[in-house]
């Protein structure tokens, strides 16, 4: 009976000895560290090379072991020591002073592996809490910092905790002590009445028990942190951001991404309205738009294809260029943004497209696109046309539409009220400088490609709903000389076919329509085939021509400012509506006085080329070389009338692909339709 009795009581003895002696070890660990600063005078080593390093280790080794012995949500007596002395915030203090020199780095890699690897949850608790706040103050504040690595580190554990619990969010964004009921759960308060003495071997025993308060934790109650300060875990991801090494801020951008992602309503309320989250992210962007030199050429800007917030840096097989990096690097944010947007919970990325909208477009763009100086106009245009060319949030996309069209779908009056920006702009495509047509041009046209309705709606619909082109109540045009009567056009009085102007072919039949009454697509192909002369045509003469052929050259060349027009026409040609059809690619619309469309604008063009190539000597030959000069076949010198000879290769071009546009858009139906070969290339 009694050698049971004592192995039974040796069998409790030995299953306790564990816990006594990990918390033995724990305090003497900890004791080590203390007792280092109280008797090293040597203030020059690293670190590293004391025996603090090996001492958090072991102390971290201690609380993970001693995890996997306690039950399921239950505290062991070295957490408890760790959360009643408030160890955490003793280092952090050791880690501000930077004594021993690497402390602090130590010190973020100690409070990464404690929150990491300890599956208790410990964020909730103020003698983890506070620290937590002090150390995100003390990184990412200074650029280049030594520490950036553990620091970003130190943010990912972070952003992982949140991850698995987005209620974090607001509290340690807050600063504040929020705490939820958890159910059959009993675990240390974080308030301790006071420390005891790092010099002690066990803790103080309290009234309420030996390691602290054992309490079921209260519903929701909050208590201030007096020391948040401002800078939190937002405003170190976002330094952090800024770093000058590649992973650390792609680390960075990826932790703040998962943040404004996982979002709780309440949490992304409180990002928006009581954290620094879009403001910081906003002002970054425009620091980076305002350090870009104040002379970029738009060909460089619309050369730097490529760049995206993963790999912001300028692609290295492109030409080089004054401002590429730093252009790249604006890029490269505004990328970032976008994502942003893309991703945030629905409230995050309303307010940061909000704020791009209004510190970038509004207070920085605006007034350059407005600006006296063309320089200023020809940057900012180039800049907001690379910038659309990137954007794809549908948040940040609806912005830029209403920043560049404004929220009217209507045509503004005469006398409405001040210009808009939208008729500035459109201004600007017959600018005096060709070089800021053409930029605007391709504002334009980048816009055109964008997924959203008003765009369309904006520019061209609003001006053709209605039909005020055509003649009310006039019957359909008998003939094709009906529609082309150049006399009765107050456009065209200046007796173009009695100065030499004859179409390619004799004036086709009346045009064929179809049951609904619309003109065939047969007749309408043909008008555009037909309308270049063929003295002016010399695409037969070479193989593989074609619109596109001549695109890559445009940039800086004579002829560029015809051919962006002509692109961005052919671009409103495609769009599937039955409006733009009509007025666009329908050559025989009856049109109202005083109204022009595209075919009727073309045939006063080639009436007047016409006119203009009487007076070129060897017109064919030389036509034909300025063909193959704009291919690339033969060496670009320079001939006379070179401008009008290019001119002549891009509307001949133009014809041909309004001819296929018009085709794709309604393809013949039927065995017996006879349709002239399409432009080839393009059908």
Known sequence: MLSRLGALLQEAVGAREPSIDLLEAFVEHWKGITHYYIESTDENTPAKKTDIPWRLKQMLDILVYEERQQAAGEAGPCLEYLLQHKILETLCTLGKAEYPPGMRQQVFQFFSKV??????????????????????????????????KEEVQFTTVLCSKIQQDPALLTYILEGKKTVTRKKASREPTALPQEPASPDSKTPDRGPCGAWGVTAPLPAETEEPDAGTGESNLITSLTNLCKSKKGRVALKAQENLLLLVSVASQAAATYLVQSSPC?????EHLCHLYQSLP????????????????????????????????????????????????????TVVADALAKAVAEKLFVEILQPQLLHVSEQ?????????????????????????????????QRPAAPGDGPCTLCTHLVRHCDHLSDEISIATLRLFEELLQKPHEQIIRSLILCHLEGRPYVVRGSPEPESYEDTLDLEEDPYFTDGLLNAGFQPSA??????????????????IVNSFL???????????????????????DAYGLPYSLNLQVTSVLSRLALFPHPLIHEYLLDPYINLAPGCRSLFSVLVRVIGDLMQRIQRVPQFPGKLLLVRKQLMGQVPGEQLDHQTLLQGVVVLEEFCKELAAIAFVKFPPHGPHLCLSPPPEGHV
């Not at 990491?116 to 280049?144: C, D, E, F, I, N």
Request: proline share 8%.
């Open 115 to 148: 929150l990491a690897q300890v599956q208790h949850p410990l964020l909730h608790y103020l003698s983890v809490h506070r620290p937590v706040q002090k150390l995100l103050r003390l990184g990412g504040t200074v650029p280049g910092s030594l520490t950036e």
């Open 506 to 523: 004799k004036h086709p039949p009346a045009p064929a329509t179809n049951s609904d009454g619309k003109t065939a697509v047969t007749e």
């Open 376 to 408: 200023s106009i020809l940057t900012a245009t180039a800049l907001l046309t690379a910038l659309l060319r990137q954007l794809r949030a549908p948040a940040l996309l609806r912005e830029a539409v209403a920043f560049l069209l404004g929220t009217e």
């Open 294 to 345: 104040t002379l970029l050429d738009p060909a460089d800007i619309a050369a730097l294809e490529g760049v995206s917030w993963r790999l912001p840096s300028a692609p290295s097989d492109e030409a080089s260029f004054p401002g590429k990096e730093a252009l790249a690097a604006f890029l490269g944010w505004f990328d970032y943004c976008d994502q942003l947007v893309m991703e945030a919970h």
């Open 530 to 552: 037909c309308l270049v002369p063929e003295e002016a045509k010399t695409s037969a003469f070479l193989e593989d021509t074609g619109y596109d052929t001549y695109v890559h």
């Open 278 to 282: 879009c403001p910081v992210i906003v």
